[in-house]
Every structure is written in C-alpha cells, then in structure tokens.
T-cell receptor
Framework: KAGVTQTPRYLIKTRGQQVTLSCSPI?????VSWYQQTPGQGLQFLFE???????NKGNFPGRFSGRQFSNSRSEMNVSTLELGDSALYLC???????????FGPGTRLTVL | AQSVTQPDIHITVSEGASLELRCNYS??????LFWYVQSPGQGLQLLLK??????LVQGIKGFEAEFKRSQSSFNLRKPSVHWSDAAEYFC???????????FGDGTTLTVKP
C-alpha cells in the first residue's frame, strides 16, 4: 500500500506571496492532519480534516487554511507569506476512528 | 491541556550500548502515546504506540517502551544501539481521534563508533 505523499517536496517563495501544498493520504484513510515543524517551535498542529470537514484546529492565524476533497486528498494554503512561515510542513493520515497517524515526507517551504 | 516533555535534548551513546530516551506526559484522560523517529529532512516514522493493555510495548527496529501511569512516563529503550539509529526521536500524546497529537521537542541521538 502506498504511503502518504506530499507535493511539492521543496518550495521557495517570497514574502507576501501565497502557497498551496498538497497531501495524498494512504488509500482508505479519511483523516488528514497538518503540522508545521520549525527548529524554534518544534512540531505544531495546524488542523485536521475528516470527511471534508475541519474537525480540529491549532493556534495559527487565519492566513493558514486548508481543505479536503471527496477522495480525502488535502491541500493547505498559506496566504501573505512571512519569513517565519519557513518550515517543514508535514501531513499525516489515519483511518476513520483509528488512532495511528502515518506521516508523509513533508514539504520544505523557504520564504525569502 | 495535554503536553509532552522530553528532558534530554541530545544524547550520545556508543554503538552496541543500551539506550533509554525519556518522555513525560500530561494528559487528563487515558493517553494514547507514540514514539516516532525522524531522519534529517524526512517525515516521521512510527516506532511504537500504546493505547491500553500490556504496559510494555514492542516496536519496530528492536525498540520497546514502557508505560508507567504513576510516573506519567513512556520511556523508549533499545538494548543495543546501531549506527543507523542516529536520528531525532519524538514522543507524542494523542486523544481518541489521533488527528491532533501533541509532540515533545525531540531528542537527538548521536551514535559513536
């Protein structure tokens, strides 16, 4: 069974731009979560989507948003990029009602 | 609110030596506990998990962890470390719906030849 895939793997943007990251969960998984990982703040939860609905949300500004499609694929969007948004963005999927998350390789976003 | 503390930022052990990485958690209900490993530039790989039952949990790559409710701990152990174990290790606590997990700050493991 294929694992969680994230595209693109690397991205360079400039301040003020917006970016969209994509995540394809493991087949059959209906929950997709997003995390931001930085050296200073560690791994922080962004949000979780389940059956196209946002079920949980972390403490991030409204510039960070996401959505999930009917095939469980998810996208996250960051608008008006700031230097501090430079991070590794990790996506994780899990089965509906199951409790183990499986992580993708991440998207490395650099904001210049 | 749930939280996870990994007291050791960096640990160095010799190849073949035993390893213990510490993890303490704070959670109001029965916790779901996880250990992940991350190699540089990579995502997180699940080593093992504890939901209930036997408090000694076996994982992949020869790792095990013991859940001690009285100490709010979930320490990771390996009897003999290999050079390929060098990586960063994260302990995490989650709720029933694991869509939202809280991670510790991680412990970086260096293995000396």
């Amino acid at each position: 069974k294929a694992g969680v895939t994230q595209t693109p793997r690397y991205l360079i943007k400039t301040r003020g731009q917006q970016v969209t990251l994509s995540c394809s969960p493991i087949s059959g998984h209906r929950s997709v979560s997003w995390y931001q990982q930085t050296p200073g703040q560690g791994l922080q939860f962004l949000f979780e989507y389940f059956s196209e609905t946002q079920r949980n949300k972390g403490n991030f500004p409204g510039r960070f948003s996401g959505r999930q499609f009917s095939n469980s694929r998810s996208e996250m969007n960051v608008s008006t990029l700031e230097l501090g948004d430079s991070a590794l963005y990790l996506c994780a999927s899990s089965l509906a009602g199951e409790d183990t998350q499986y992580f993708g390789p991440g998207t490395r976003l650099t904001v210049l | 609110a749930q939280s996870v503390t990994q007291p050791d930022i960096h640990i160095t052990v010799s190849e073949g030596a035993s390893l213990e990485l510490r993890c303490n958690y704070s959670y109001g209900a029965t916790p779901y506990l996880f250990w992940y490993v991350q190699s540089p530039g990579q995502g997180l790989q699940l080593l093992l998990k504890y939901f209930s039952g036997d408090t000694l949990v076996q994982g992949i790559k020869g790792f095990e962890a013991e859940f001690k409710r009285s100490q709010s701990s979930f320490n990771l152990r390996k009897p003999s470390v290999h050079w390929s174990d060098a990586a960063e290790y994260f302990c995490a606590v989650g709720a029933l719906h694991a869509g939202k997990s809280t991670f510790g700050d991680g412990t970086t493991l260096t293995v000396k030849p």
